[in-house]
């Protein structure tokens, strides 16, 4: 897997292979960058607009992840069915 560098932190340049653990790692590092005010506003932007990649990954895997689960409930039993969870 090839890597990009930015402000001392390295970003796979294949955001959609990783798994939602990787991506979730790498988009808490980036958060903890930008919170720690240790870097300057160009260089915070550049490493925001990267999280966004992350985060849209994650969302995604979490999208699949949830019809995945919900493919696998449908054939349950209706006494074993969870409710909806659209609400948390």
């Known amino acids: 897997m090839h890597k990009m560098r930015?402000?001392?932190?390295?970003f796979s340049d294949n955001i959609e292979s990783?798994?939602?653990?990787?991506?979730?790692?790498?988009?808490e590092d980036i958060v903890a960058r930008i919170?720690?005010?240790d870097c300057e506003l160009d260089e915070m932007i550049k490493?925001?607009?990267?999280?966004?990649k992350y985060l849209d990954q994650c969302k995604?895997?979490?999208a699949e992840a949830e019809t995945k689960v919900q493919i696998i409930g449908k054939d349950l039993p209706q006494s074993l069915q969870t409710e909806d969870t659209d609400g948390l």
């Open 35 to 37: 919170s720690s005010g």
């Open 60 to 62: 995604k895997k979490l």
């Open 18 to 27: 990783l798994s939602f653990e990787k991506a979730l790692r790498t988009l």
């Open 47 to 52: 490493i925001y607009e990267i999280g966004i």
């Open 6 to 10: 930015e402000s001392n932190m390295e």
